[in-house]
């Protein structure tokens, strides 16, 4: 990723957590010496946003930040990922939005590498959703495909994706459908989330170009999709609702396009990384 796309997220966290000086380091760390530290795996997975960590040093200045790791890399625990060298205050002040920042997303790069691996060798892709922290999103969805996941949009700008409250308040898919198809830019697709097989006949019929079964049971999902397949091959089958690392292998087997997972973002667990002076 580019600078310009972490720069202010980065220079919001070292404000928020600065807001005039570092106490603590300032009053007990002479300004003028110098350490050498290191950035250390406390766990297996999959590592991201490592050149948003060095950025952080970079912005606050003096360090040397080695990486001896890449984006998508696999390391195990007590892997050195990183060697520091310079002001010992410049470290101390950005260890923690350093560490932030990197084991969030390597958290959601690993959990998404888990996640791909359980459908792997069928023809289901993992995707994220829009479940992200606010202000975050960008670094969050490019954590998933850094651990081999997919984007679904990014914003509601990106794509249509008629919801259940859309279809209630517009009075049924079909007319949903055709109220938006006259409006939106011929590039844009139309996803419909769908509730019962009823809905799903609709949707067929009403052109949808990606179909949505949210939350339905493993017995009527083969249904639904079998009708759709056979009815309209373009059409693109996502599963959502009740999908969790347990049984996403029995969702995946179906055979629909994608299954997409908030999970992957709203709730990932940060991957385990300390810095240490040397």
Do not use: W
């Not at 060095?54 to 606050?60: D, G, K, N, Q, T």
């Not at 997303?105 to 060798?121: D, Y």
């Amino acid at each position: 990723m580019d600078n310009f796309m972490y720069d202010d997220i980065i220079l919001t966290a070292l404000k928020e957590d600065i807001t005039s000086r570092d106490i603590t380091t300032d009053y007990i760390i002479p300004p003028k010496q110098e350490s050498a530290a290191y950035l250390e795996a406390k766990a297996d997975g999959i590592i991201c946003g490592i050149d948003i960590a060095a950025r952080v040093f970079e912005l606050l200045g003096g360090i040397e930040f080695v990486s001896k790791i890449k984006d998508g890399d696999r390391v195990k625990q007590k892997d050195i990922i990183a060697e520091l060298k310079g002001n010992t205050r410049v470290i101390l002040k950005g260890e923690r939005t350093a560490l932030n920042i990197l084991q969030h997303l390597s958290g959601i790069a690993t959990k998404s590498a888990e996640c791909a691996a359980l459908v792997s060798g069928t023809r289901t892709v993992i995707c994220d959703t829009r479940k992200t922290l606010p202000g975050l999103r960008a670094l969050q969805k490019y954590a998933v495909t850094v651990g081999g996941g997919r984007n679904h949009r990014y914003n509601l700008s990106d794509a249509v994706l008629i919801k259940d409250n859309h279809i209630d308040a517009a009075g049924g898919i079909d007319k949903a459908i055709a109220t938006v198809r006259g409006k939106i830019p011929h590039t844009a697709k139309i996803e419909t989330e769908t509730r019962n097989f009823a809905e799903v006949k609709t949707a067929v019929s009403s052109g949808a170009d990606i179909i949505m079964l949210d939350n339905f049971s493993l017995d009527d999902i083969p249904v639904a999709i079998s009708y759709i397949r056979k009815t309209d091959p373009r059409i693109l089958i996502e599963l959502s609702g009740g999908i969790t690392e347990s049984n996403l292998r029995d969702y995946a087997k179906f055979g629909a396009d994608i299954i997409s997972l908030g999970a992957l973002t709203h709730s990932v667990t940060a991957f385990d990384i300390s810095l240490k002076f040397a």
